[in-house]
């Protein structure tokens, strides 16, 4: 069974930072794209970055390029997302999702992942 789980949320002051680790099981992250999203409440869901499976390239929001960070350990079959500088607008629930294949234009969409974990809650406020 492909499973996900997200690890490393919680409360932090802007400014500061997180690392977030989504485990893999069931399947290797050799063969599958991830993609990390995240939604507030009342919001949509929406695409924080990807690293594909073909060639590790790595896709980012707008709205978070430079100041976070994707990245993939084949060996521990384990993503994560190194979030740095954060605000508050950041404040949300984080999930991971896997797809066999991908088609990398569309990587920010949700519809494009049948696998998704639990969700880790960030929240960023002093």
């Known amino acids: 069974q492909v499973q996900l789980v997200e690890s490393g949320g919680g409360l932090v002051q802007p400014g500061g930072s997180l690392r977030l680790s989504c485990a893999a099981s069931?399947?290797?992250?050799?063969?599958?794209?991830i993609g990390w999203f995240r939604q507030a409440p009342g919001m949509e869901r929406e695409g924080v970055s990807c690293?594909?499976?073909?060639?590790?390239?790595?896709y980012y929001a707008d709205s978070v390029k430079g100041r976070f960070t994707i990245s993939r350990d084949n060996a521990k079959n384990t993503v994560y997302l190194q979030m740095n500088s954060l605000k508050p607008e950041d404040t949300a629930v984080y999930y991971c999702a896997t797809s066999r294949r991908l088609l990398l234009r569309l990587w920010m969409l949700p519809g494009e992942y049948p696998y998704w974990g639990q969700g880790t809650q960030v929240t960023v406020s002093s």
């Open positions: 690293i594909s499976s073909s060639d590790g390239s790595t």
């Open positions: 069931g399947f290797s992250l050799d063969y599958y794209s």
